[in-house]
């Protein structure tokens, strides 16, 4: 199984705390949940060496689910049309548009782009996966006859 488990001192090499024969148990967090800022995104958590602890053996952890929340996503879309007539059946429209206008850093969650970033033990442990899209402008023409 990858693990050794040693009920009478108490020693567990592995990742199976609860005895239960499958390794992915949850450790043991001091906090309940973390909110994250943008720069802990950018350049990753830095948590203290005793933010998780091992359960005792035969316990289950105490880190819940969605104990670390992803950044969020924040882009605003803009876009302009401008009608020419030209006769009563003729008209041209211009378009501008642009795609994340004020070019907000979004970043992907760790783990993103088949990157292992999400195990706890990794030294970039929390930090984004890369970052979506940057602000994107197009024009066109639209001719309706």
């Not at 020693?11 to 390794?23: F, H, R």
């Not at 450790?27 to 720069?39: C, E, F, G, K, L």
């Not at 602890?53 to 879309?77: E, I, K, M, Y």
Request: charged fraction near 15%.
């Amino acid at each position: 199984m990858g693990f050794v488990a040693d009920p009478a001192n108490c020693l567990n090499t592995g990742g199976d705390y609860n005895l239960d024969g499958i390794g992915n148990d949850r450790p043991n967090a001091t906090a309940r949940n973390v909110n994250a800022s943008h720069d802990q995104w950018a350049n990753g958590f830095n948590l203290p060496d005793t933010f998780f602890t091992s359960p005792c053996l035969g316990c289950v952890g105490n880190l819940g689910r969605n104990t670390f929340v992803g950044p969020a996503f924040w882009a605003a879309d803009m876009s302009i049309f401008k009608d020419f007539n030209f006769s009563e059946r003729v008209r041209l429209q211009f378009r501008a548009e642009a795609f994340n206008v004020f070019n907000h850093t979004n970043f992907q969650l760790p783990g993103a782009n088949f990157a292992r970033k999400n195990g706890i033990d990794a030294l970039n442990f929390g930090q984004a996966g890369g970052t979506f899209n940057p602000r994107n402008v197009q024009f066109g023409f639209k001719l309706t006859y």
